[in-house]
């Protein structure tokens, strides 16, 4: 994995700048075993706690954050069969995902609206667009979710070739940060889905434990926040001591012994320890309640849920003053763009949108005043 | 443990607005077995693991923070026989704590040099005066230090009888928080210490071990810091419940359904989370380091050192702001004097200055970018 | 003006700790004619400018924030009678005033709604409590709020002398801050209201200028927190300049020359002259829009009440941080209760809890997203 | 000025990803008799006062950071002719300044020692590089600025035509902000330089008033700040009433009325006019320094260099909040490329770091502990 993640970092400046897919890259995670973490060894895979799947992408986000993005929405849609997949559709996609090397991508986004489904004799029928849909560039299968009715629970995911008929992957992902994580629209055109494509039973509203999809997505958002700002402080660390100059008033012979400098640096890694400590504490909770399988009831799904939204919530806080704070300790040479040391903050900020820090943070403080834990199948 | 926090608890206010002595809860805590906790079984203690000590001086803050800060000292005098005494010195002070129900004060202040030490046939004779002796009135034996020369590796640590000829301890705490601590000086005429009553061999400054000292001291601080946010935090949501009215221009019925309102309760409850997290990591940190016993080295010292600062700083900075913070969820009924909700704040923001968590910040900077750990003597 | 804040700071900390009515000072500010500054010269008044009479109460607050905040309300009931009174009662109010050294109190708080009023066939009775009565203790005349109906603009505000028969002060104000303001109830036993003593024509809710009277009371606030926090850092810096020892780690001879306390320093010194020029700028809006008199009209007093919102906002978050981080400054030993050092925090802290930050702060965005401006008779 | 504004903001996102030289806007700028604001007008210029140019400054980087710092270092070239010139050399540049339509550009960085001088029979031989030389290309004058001696006192400033023998602009700055400001390195082989085109008498270092220099510059920076946070959260504002959608979990049917967007608006909102509120102060403080001429004295110009740090402290602080903030009022699809609504922060992240803001802020508690205030020929 750190072969992997030096690779990812070598060229991680360079093809921020680029954009796009990295179709190279791809295939270096495709034939890195990094895909396949989730997998339960009954179907060729590592079957590794989520605690490691989870610090591995916190690992390379370090890296490279579009890619260990990739990565995470990878173990996000192995676990949305796991979770929703009946054992016919377990046998079906994830040994394959072992032997054909797949990658998947999402077309999932419950705010966009635009994507229509209707039943036909075989099965369903989807028109429309999804945008933010990560990954879907290069991706073997992609995981559709649409909505059947107005309420959450009428939501389903169906599993789809991204080769097949219809669809359309538009390369249109050009944003501030994020830059390779081809999260752009696919647009699907009279794309026939097979009944048995669509995950269940379970299904994805049954159970306490089937939302625990969600609560993957979190985590990997969080684990990328706290990868950014651990590549970014330890970048800055290693500028101040071999690249940059004492200020001149400072008093020091070598920049390394500024005060001030020291006075900063100290702030920024307390505060990111702090943040990594309490997702550390997520990951644990998490799979512990992951490991009750069946057993897990709605009270415990709330306050996991809560123990997680503390986390994302700390982590994308922190993450977004560190990876701008940097700055202070590297000083005004560190800004040409060929370091490109701007890209851990324009990551954090993308990601950190992904639905707002702020409503988050008012559930837990719902939470706390009247006992109302979020509701399971939205952005809870 | 829970039954003598809520004896203290329910009368904490009050005897903060008096100040002194709190000798019924001091005799309370003598008959509660709390302060033989750090005490090995040998001797007929509890001999708990750190975690669990400080965890529960952690509990007896968010009751009563000038009681848990005197039971958690009661536990650093003791682990400063343990660390710097020989085994007869164990023998004769660690036993006696048990079976005589001693209290330990302190007389130990590095930064107050009125203290003088001359050496006499038969030991040492102390003359002056330490501020800051936390714990010294009605205590039984008092841990003293007093340099014999310039360097920190020459401080010596004695035990002497609080009732011994020479020594007065003065009532004249009387500070804007941690009022029942009696922090206030000690002067010493002409005290004689016997030679065996300084701890050694192998006595203050021999090893990474004994310099372990130090870091109880500060995971103390630590604990009483998340200790007075958690109180403080609960009893704000407690609050809000159940006798806050809702703003009249939130539109809500019930003040916990105010949005403004959850959403800072989430801030608060997140921040001290994350630093409670880091907190545990470092008591984690700390027991490891202290089953090393004689084959810790300086360097796996100094990164513990690193580990416990950064749990202090956060958890002092969380705990400012969080005790700062609660008025913010309850309003301004609850700042009548009665309800003595301001102690949490002004008790955090008298420890927190033990010695400058600037300094501290700075120290863990200077680590981070040079490598260089704090001196383990000293403030470290 | 220097020389009676001169004599209340001589004994603020002590008056601090004793609470109570401060009835010696009450008579020197009755005689030092800073009472009658709002009170037109046609009436004997020093008829001064608004900005010259609030950063008076700004001075005092940096002395005394108690005793400020009873001058400030003075003007606020002075204000009262000049904006709601009819030209009767402004010979009847105004001049009398000056004439008989008045100190007003006030009964308004529109939160408390225990105060019932009737109508008899001489004017009306009241009956019931108030809370929060600043300065009614050892007042000669009351200005007393009470609602005729349900909405905002039914709101009377009535002139009682102290005195009356059925009026009693309670002496039951004991807070944690601003302790010496006597904020405490009135009891109303059938107290008798003539017709003539309800102020009007033109009343309370008759015009944009009217509503000026509410944002007299804010800009009140934001002095006292701008005073505290002055008194708060000057006393701070003279501290560090003639007290504190310098930190043994800092490597310098004298406090001030350590630079983590001057990195400190410069910080609360650079917030708070920003929250200050921004009050200024307040004021200055204020003096332009009091200037127009009848022509104001409610877009111009919504953008001052903006204007006015986001002073209190940046003063009271910024008193709120300067009052807490003066300790840093200072130093452990600038603990003790003597100095009182921790009164401009507790005086904030009660302070900005008249109505809840967070919503004038909403309130603020409200208008930036949505062009609505605050409801002018309640708290906007 | 609003024209050339609004000419600059229409295509400002997207030559923010273009970088380069803005030859066409440089023209724009060159036409628009903005860069002779500050020449008197007994040379054919404005002669404005500088609260009003800095002003537009600010406005001009509300729409174009990198536009409206080469205006801004314009004026400072100019008040370099005026401060150190001789009144030879005020006839000779100041009225080309006009005639000519001059474009300024500068070699003036301190910290970078690689350019060397040697006297010559006729005057001065430059030799070497120079770095972050803002406004170099497509300028007609540079201002140059080398070191004689280690002292500050010992650097001349000399005027010296762009295209003469020698000089090479290096088209060599591609940094993540402030793109076309064209700050990169300028290359002197053998470039001679006339005793006459060495500023002086007066010169650099010879008074009280020719030391305003440096406060300008600070003062250009202090406004870029300002400008670029109001730019950002005017879009901001803008994006939320018009493009964003409301958060399904926020019961609002149009995003402006959601109240913790509300919330965070009123923030950031308070807090730029406090910062600017400063810039204003610090504004007049130095036209009142610039009229007092020759009278000005060190006290004074030390007392005016801690309003003006203090002013570009608060402001470079809170914009690099403000704009990094935006973004948690507009969400997720504000972070396409195509908006390019992260140049503001990039701009401020860049233009924050021209010195530290963390010494500067040390300077000030400096100041304000021990009374010296810094080296006016400096960074001060």
Same mark, same amino acid.
């Given at each position: 994995m750190e072969h992997t993640a030096s690779a990812l970092a070598a060229t991680a400046a360079e093809r921020d700048r680029a954009g796009g897919t990295a179709l190279t890259e791809r295939q270096l995670l495709r034939d890195s075993g990094l895909l396949t973490l989730a997998v339960p060894r009954a179907y060729g895979g590592q079957e590794a706690d989520w605690p490691l799947i989870l610090r591995i992408v916190r690992r390379l986000a370090a890296a490279d954050s579009s890619l260990a993005h990739l990565v995470g929405f990878q173990h996000l849609q192995v676990a949305s069969v796991l979770l929703f997949g009946s054992p016919v559709q377990h046998d079906r996609y994830l040994g394959?995902?072992?032997? *054909?090397?797949?990658? !998947?991508?999402? $077309?999932?986004? %419950? #705010?966009?609206?635009?994507?229509?489904?209707?039943?036909?004799?075989? /099965?369903?029928?989807?028109?429309?667009?999804?945008?933010?849909?990560?990954?879907?560039?290069?991706?073997?299968?992609?995981?559709?979710?649409?909505?059947?009715?107005?309420?959450?629970?009428?939501?389903?995911?169906?599993?789809?070739?991204?080769?097949?008929?219809?669809?359309?992957?538009?390369?249109?992902?050009?944003?501030?940060?994020?830059?390779?994580?081809?999260?752009?629209?696919?647009?699907?055109?009279?794309?026939?889905?097979?009944?048995?494509?669509?995950?269940?039973?379970?299904?994805?509203?049954?159970?306490?434990r089937a939302s625990l999809r969600n609560l993957i997505g979190q985590l990997v958002l969080t684990e990328i926040y706290l990868g950014n700002a651990q590549g970014a402080l330890a970048e800055a660390i290693?500028?101040?001591?071999? *690249?940059?100059?004492? !200020?001149?008033? $400072?008093?020091? %012979? #070598?920049?390394?012994?500024?005060?001030?400098?020291?006075?900063?640096? /100290?702030?920024?890694?307390g505060q990111l320890r702090a943040?990594?400590?309490?997702?550390?504490?997520?990951?644990?909770?998490?799979?512990?309640?992951?490991?009750?399988?069946?057993?897990?009831?709605?009270?415990?799904?709330?306050?996991?849920?809560?123990?997680?939204?503390?986390?994302?919530?700390?982590?994308?806080?922190?993450?977004?003053?560190?990876?701008?704070?940097?700055?202070?300790?590297?000083?005004a040479r560190a800004t040409t763009r060929r370091h490109g040391f701007d890209r851990y903050w324009?990551?954090?900020?993308?990601?950190?949108?992904?639905?707002?820090?702020?409503?988050r943070q008012k559930g837990l403080g719902r939470w706390l005043l009247t006992g109302q834990a979020p509701e399971p199948y939205g952005y809870g």
């Open positions: 394959a995902t072992v032997s *054909q090397k797949w990658f !998947w991508g999402n $077309a999932v986004n %419950a #705010r966009d609206t635009r994507l229509s489904v209707r039943r036909t004799a075989s /099965g369903y029928e989807l028109n429309g667009v999804k945008s933010f849909c990560s990954g879907a560039s290069d991706s073997d299968l992609l995981n559709v979710s649409v909505a059947l009715g107005p309420e959450p629970t009428e939501r389903i995911f169906a599993v789809v070739p991204t080769r097949r008929s219809g669809i359309t992957v538009n390369d249109d992902w050009d944003n501030l940060g994020q830059r390779q994580t081809d999260s752009g629209s696919v647009r699907f055109d009279r794309v026939e889905v097979a009944a048995g494509e669509v995950l269940g039973p379970p299904g994805a509203a049954s159970s306490a290693g500028y101040v001591r071999e *690249q940059a100059e004492p !200020w001149p008033g $400072a008093g020091v %012979a #070598r920049a390394q012994d500024d005060g001030l400098l020291q006075l900063r640096a /100290g702030e920024l890694w943040a990594t400590a309490l997702a550390d504490e997520a990951l644990r909770d998490f799979q512990r309640a992951w490991d009750l399988g069946g057993a897990l009831d709605f009270v415990q799904r709330g306050q996991l849920a809560m123990s997680i939204a503390a986390a994302r919530l700390q982590a994308g806080r922190t993450a977004l003053h560190v990876t701008a704070q940097i700055f202070e300790l590297m000083g324009r990551n954090v900020r993308v990601h950190t949108l992904h639905d707002p820090l702020d409503q």
